[in-house]
């Protein structure tokens, strides 16, 4: 994310903010303190916490399209809270598999409470996910319902299939390019994709052509916010914050590792690989590893390929003959989420060294 | 458990294991592999495995409870398979959580995957149980899916309540006999409420003091087969199995243990506390402790209680106004499955020394 967000993503932060408290707010069992404080909402003691609320872009998208689509996005707010609580269950469960110690700034919840309540929590959070659903009943049919409840659960289990696939790319050295880009489409696009068919959902429009625009479009963004990332691994804006030094360590799979592995000279590769065979990566091993990647121009490569994948979103919506404003919306959001810090969308589109 | 299983329990198991397995069997992802393995069809290779279908409590009253009250029991088949999965995912989270390296004689998911693929299959299977549910839909509204799904996520937030209860419970030593009971009530009896009221729902039988009958037997039946439990691991049957052992050494907290603290003498107080401090429990300790529960009388305050509880979840069906034959199959049922290995449930109801 580069700059500023663009006012589509930020516009109705108050009430995605407000109604997603709402389904903890009469709860005081301690277990939904522990979810307040992931949200940032709490300290670790339960004392509230004063910091402006992080930009929810799964929320955010679901409440920008049903509104570009010409829906009334307040009867979206069940939707985004319901969207952004199944992404936080996700997050909440990746610490723990992970092993990340830090999320946001703050230690993660199983770093707070130990694996045993942060597992619990994040399942809680997946239950309450689908509960937020339910407060729509009142003001829409069953049918409803049920149709918004199917895709949730449908990207759901994408989500794991993605997740299932990543774990397992960590234990092989050979990930192609393809194979990396189309798990990234699974595990970090599904929800996205969900986001944005339930806004189109609440808005009326689920056709079939809009539903799978909108679902290409989604599985793209994730795919290009999942190459972004990978970029600032490597070419971090500034000094690499925690959660990049620890998915370098680990040595995560990303793009611009499968590029050079496929497309480096036979030197590179192998040093490539000798790298990955350390048990850790120290940071002589990283500064080796970078140039690797540069002389093997897997730089200008990733942030290419996150050109390429935004377009590729982009045409997806203009080939379900979406409304042109809602186009322009969606495709400033998606430039804005797969921009990595620092850098140029157009620069990046043009194809330039960056 | 003692005895053979009631009919009411097996007589449909067949279909039900059919319906499980129908739900995965399309799916070629090694994710499903894993699913299949911890519900005991295939081997960690994905060899097919031939072994009795074990006794599927949950799904199993659904079945049971929809027939009893004049439903087709096919009809149930999504609804069992959906709260029959919701059950296994805790079961695969609790294996992480509890450190279990077994599960009924073979290597838990997390022992055979590792805690980040366990994390993640259980939380695929959480995703499945509600998709099982979207197999109803042509032969039924969507208010009755919409309706099902409450109910099942209700459930299921009710459980992660009861999850977290337990957890923080052992981090204290003063539990008391009632807050112990409470917490198993949420635990191990919101799932099985949900099951019995889904029964009924496909039944056609969703009045108010039905389901309420149903909630507050599902509930008294979880924590009579937990203090079931919890003196099989003071007094098993036989040698105490891996996972009981588990447990003892875990110092899990269980009703013998709050009963000797609420009730025993100042000596036999201190010596439970003190064992209670040791980091974990050896075999001698073990002897000695359950020696004290024994004198204090917590043996047979845990065979009394088990036949109360049942017998409260019983007058909860007689309170509703269930059909007379319906009370007497989840009466047999109720008993066999709350009666320790080796006991008699009439001797316990009859407050007899055990």
Redesign the interface.
């Known amino acids: 994310m580069s700059g500023s967000p663009p006012a589509g993503l930020t516009a109705r932060q108050d009430d995605l903010e407000a109604a997603l408290k709402a389904l903890v707010a009469d709860r005081p069992?301690?277990?939904y303190r522990m979810m307040g404080y992931h949200m940032g909402w709490v300290e670790t003691t339960g004392e509230e916490r004063s910091a402006p609320a992080p930009l929810r872009v799964h929320g955010a998208l679901v409440l920008m399209v049903c509104d570009a689509l010409g829906g009334d996005y307040r009867d979206a707010l069940p939707h985004a809270s319901a969207v952004e609580y199944l992404y936080n269950h996700?997050l909440i469960?990746d610490d723990?598999?992970?092993g990340n110690s830090e999320r946001a700034g703050r230690g993660s919840v199983w770093w707070s409470w130990g694996?045993?309540?942060a597992?619990?929590?994040g399942?809680?959070m997946?239950?309450?996910a689908?509960?937020a659903l339910?407060g729509m009943?009142s003001s829409a049919?069953?049918?409803a319902?049920?149709?918004a409840?199917?895709v949730l659960?449908?990207a759901?289990?994408e989500t794991?299939?993605g997740?299932?696939?990543d774990?397992?790319l960590q234990e092989r050295l050979d990930v192609g390019i393809d194979e990396y880009l189309a798990m990234s489409e699974g595990q970090t696009g599904a929800l996205l994709a969900c986001a944005v068919r339930l806004g189109a959902l609440v808005a009326g429009q689920s056709s079939e052509a809009i539903s799978a625009g909108l679902g290409e479009f989604g599985r793209k963004l994730g795919a290009a916010i999942r190459v972004a990332d990978d970029y600032s691994v490597f070419w971090p804006d500034g000094e690499r914050d925690e959660a990049r030094q620890g998915r370098l360590v680990a040595k995560k799979k990303t793009l611009p590792f499968a590029h050079a592995l496929e497309s480096g000279s036979p030197t590179d590769r192998r040093v490539v690989g000798e790298i990955y065979m350390e048990r850790v990566i120290d940071p002589a091993s990283a500064e080796r590893l970078t140039a690797v990647l540069d002389a093997a121009g897997s730089k200008v490569f990733s942030t290419s390929t996150i050109a390429r994948l935004v377009n590729e979103a982009i045409s997806a919506l203009e080939a379900a003959n979406l409304p042109v404003a809602a186009i322009e919306e969606l495709a400033a959001a998606a430039r804005f989420l797969a921009t990595p810090d620092g850098l140029d969308y157009a620069a990046m589109n043009r194809g330039e060294e960056v």
């Open positions: 069992l301690a277990l996700i469960h723990i598999r992970d694996p045993a309540q597992i619990n929590t399942d809680g997946h239950a309450l689908r509960l339910f009943r049919s069953s049918d319902v049920s149709d409840l199917r659960d449908e759901n289990l794991c299939e997740q299932y696939r774990i397992t």
